[in-house]
């Protein structure tokens, strides 16, 4: 016949861990999306900054295509983290830069149309680089006006146009 092991009993109430190590809850803590009048909506905790970057971004091309629209048909926009570094170290005209930083840091560049190494055609396109960018912010109101700047800066380029024709300031 096997011994009988003792059982053991706590005294006092049940200790309940997180997780095995305790390291605290496992799995997202907020919901990426509500239902909101039957659409879906993100959350805004749930965005990572370069999400919530790539909405400001689209904000301000849309603020734009409400007067520009026709002007702006085709055009590119989109989000590089980091720009590239030039070989020589200098950039081109096409690059919108902060003079300030104790040398050229790009903001945003236009690529113009083209004709890419297989021969089709591509359409203008306007890059903002996120980290500079992030980088002079002081908050994500100061983010909103940087990146609608330089949207507004690269679009002009675009069209030819002064950036004050291109988004008059409000006053």
């Not at 096409?94 to 113009?112: F, I, K, Q």
């Not at 992030?134 to 909103?144: G, P, T």
Request: charged share 30%; no cysteine.
């Amino acid at each position: 016949m096997s011994p009988t092991l003792p059982r053991v009993t706590t005294s006092g109430p049940r200790r309940h861990r997180r997780d095995r190590r305790g390291r605290g809850l496992r799995g997202r803590l907020v919901p990426p999306s509500v239902s909101v009048a039957g659409r879906d909506v993100p959350v805004p905790l749930s965005q990572t900054r370069g999400e919530r970057f790539d909405e400001l971004v689209l904000d301000a091309v849309e603020q734009l295509e409400e007067r520009w629209g026709a002007q702006l048909q085709g055009v590119e926009f989109a989000v590089e983290d980091v720009p590239p570094v030039p070989v020589d170290g200098v950039y081109d005209a096409d690059v919108v830069a902060d003079e300030t930083a104790g040398g050229a840091v790009p903001l945003g560049r236009l690529l113009p149309a083209g004709v890419d190494g297989s021969g089709a055609p591509t359409a203008p396109r306007v890059v903002v680089y996120r980290r500079p960018l992030e980088a002079r912010a002081m908050d994500r109101l100061d983010l909103s006006d940087l990146v609608h700047d330089v949207v507004v800066d690269q679009v002009a380029r675009l069209l030819g146009l002064d950036p004050d024709e291109v988004d008059p300031p409000s006053g």
